[in-house]
């Protein structure tokens, strides 16, 4: 199993374009979610998954939009960026919304000039 | 929501000497408590947790402590190895719900 796995690695944009960040996981996980990390302020919750076709807010979902037509997939979109978005993004998954382990992927590091 | 407090932000011992790392939490309702270690460029990575009904666990040489009274638990690490540098992350979670709630890092480092 290769895990969770997240693409890019590293990204710079401009202001106002727009990009997905890509996760996947292959361990059949029910529930996956997307966090946002910054330097003093610990890892924030943007948006989560329980399922296929169900989506939810997290503590910080303005200026992010999800989706999850599969299981495997949990793709993170920033319709226009902005450079309050820089951070770094780690994807995680757990076998359900129940099940407390969370596996994290290796991060995308993003940079909004 | 839950606020949840980690305490130091860095902390440096010597090989071989404890560490303990200290997290409060707010909301009573939270019942379940991980922690995570973060090596550099790596994602966090889940070491030991605790649910509302122990009152510490340990899993050689880390233990986690709960006082569900006082609203805090911690991490203790025994004979620290220059391998155990990391950030570290405490968090809550709800018995309801499905958010996480992360503490702000610990940085340790372990001096040879």
């Known amino acids: 199993n290769a895990g969770v796995t997240q693409t890019p690695k590293f990204q710079v944009l401009k202001t106002g374009q727009s990009m997905t960040l890509q996760c996947a996981q292959d361990?059949?996980?029910?529930?996956m979610s997307w966090y946002r990390q910054d330097p003093g302020m610990g890892l924030r919750l943007i948006h989560y998954?329980?399922?296929?076709?169900?989506?939810d807010q997290g503590e910080v979902p303005n200026g992010y939009n999800v989706s999850r037509s599969t299981t495997e997939d949990f793709p993170l979109r920033l319709l226009s960026a902005a450079p309050s978005q820089t951070s770094v993004y780690f994807c995680?998954?757990?076998?359900?919304?129940?099940?407390?382990?969370?596996?994290f992927g290796p991060g995308t590091r993003l940079t909004v000039t | 929501g839950e606020n949840v407090e980690q305490h130091p932000s860095t902390l440096s011992v010597q090989e071989g000497d404890s560490a303990v790392i200290k997290c409060t939490y707010s909301?009573?309702?939270?019942?379940?408590f991980p922690w995570y270690k973060q090596e550099l460029g790596k994602g966090p990575q889940l070491i030991i947790d605790?649910?509302?009904?122990?009152g510490e666990k340990k899993d050689q040489r880390i233990a986690v402590t709960l006082n569900k009274t006082a609203k805090h638990f911690s991490l203790h690490i025994t004979e620290t190895q220059p391998e155990d540098s990391a950030v570290y992350f405490c968090?809550?979670?709800?018995?309801?719900?499905?958010?996480?709630?992360f503490g702000t890092g610990t940085s340790l480092t372990v001096i040879p």
């Open positions: 995680a998954s757990s076998l359900s919304s129940g099940n407390n382990e969370q596996y």
């Open positions: 605790i649910r509302s009904n122990v």
């Open positions: 998954s329980v399922g296929a076709g169900i989506t």
């Open positions: 909301d009573s309702a939270s019942n379940y």
């Open positions: 361990m059949n996980h029910e529930y």
């Open positions: 968090a809550g979670r709800k018995n309801t719900g499905n958010q996480f709630y």
